[in-house]
T-cell receptor, first 115, second 112 residues
C-alpha cells in the first residue's frame, strides 16, 4: 500500500537555526499539506499546496515558514529561524484530489525539538 | 464555540462492548467529514469518511446529522487493538476546500 514518508523522524536544533523537513507524498497525489501537533494538543493545519503554489495557509504559517516542491517527488517545509514554540510533531499529508470524501493520508511525522 | 468539539474521555470499556463517540462542529457550511484514529505519538490514520446517509465499515458505523451539526462513531464488539484516540475531522470548515480541522480527540481504552 502506498504511503507518505518523512525524514528525519527526529530533528533537534538550536533556537534561531534553520530546519528543513522532508516529505515524499504518495506518488499519484496532487495535493500536499503540512500539519503540526504540539505535545498534548490537537493537530493543526499549516499549509496546503497544489500546482506548485500555496492554496491556503493558517495564521501559524508566518514568514518564517516556507514550502517547496523541488522535484517531482519531494515536498519540503522550511523554518527559517526556529523558536522554542516551534517544537512539535510535523506531519506531511497528501490527497489525490480535493479532500472531499477521500480524506488526506498522513506521513509518520518529524518530531522537531528546539533547544 | 470550538470549531470541532469532542468529549476527551477516556472511555474505558471491556472487550466486546459497544462504544459510541460524538462530535459537534461549528460551521454549517462544512463540506466533508471524517473519523481518524491516532495511536500514541503516531500519525493520524484515516478510519472512515462520514456520509449523510450513514455508513458502515465492518464493526464501525459513522453517522452525520447536518441539521444538528453532529457526527458520531459507533464501534461494536470492541477489541484490545481498538485502543487509541479517535479524531473527529471536518473539511472546509472555513470555506477552504482542503483544510482539515481536527477535534482534540476522544481516548478509548479497551480492557480485558
Amino acid at each position: 500500500e502506498p504511503e507518505v514518508t518523512q525524514t528525519p523522524s527526529h530533528q533537534v536544533t538550536q533556537m534561531g537555526q534553520e530546519v528543513i523537513l522532508r516529505c515524499v507524498p504518495i506518488s499519484n497525489h496532487l495535493y500536499f499539506y503540512w500539519y503540526r501537533q504540539i505535545l498534548g494538543q490537537k493537530v493543526e493545519f499549516l499549509v496546503s499546496f497544489y500546482n506548485n503554489e500555496i492554496s491556503e495557509k493558517s495564521e501559524i504559517f508566518d514568514d518564517q515558514f516556507s514550502v517547496e516542491r523541488p522535484d517531482g517527488s519531494n515536498f519540503t517545509l522550511k523554518i527559517r529561524s526556529t523558536k522554542l514554540e516551534d517544537s512539535a510533531m510535523y506531519f506531511c499529508a497528501s490527497s489525490a484530489g480535493t479532500s472531499g470524501t477521500q480524506g488526506q493520508y498522513f506521513g509518520p511525522g518529524t518530531r522537531l525539538t528546539v533547544l | 464555540r470550538k470549531e470541532v468539539e469532542q468529549d476527551p474521555g477516556p472511555f474505558n470499556v471491556p472487550e466486546g462492548a459497544t462504544v459510541a463517540f460524538n462530535c459537534t462542529y461549528s460551521n454549517s457550511a462544512s463540506q466533508s467529514f471524517f473519523w481518524y484514529r491516532q495511536d500514541c505519538r503516531k500519525e493520524p490514520k484515516l478510519l472512515m469518511s462520514v456520509y449523510s446517509s450513514g455508513n458502515e465499515d465492518g464493526r464501525f458505523t459513522a453517522q452525520l446529522n447536518r441539521a444538528s451539526q453532529y457526527i458520531s462513531l459507533l464501534i461494536r464488539d470492541s477489541k484490545l487493538s481498538d485502543s487509541a484516540t479517535y479524531l473527529c475531522v471536518v473539511n472546509g470548515i472555513t470555506g477552504g476546500g482542503n483544510k482539515l480541522t481536527f477535534g482534540t480527540g476522544t481516548q478509548l481504552k479497551v480492557e480485558l
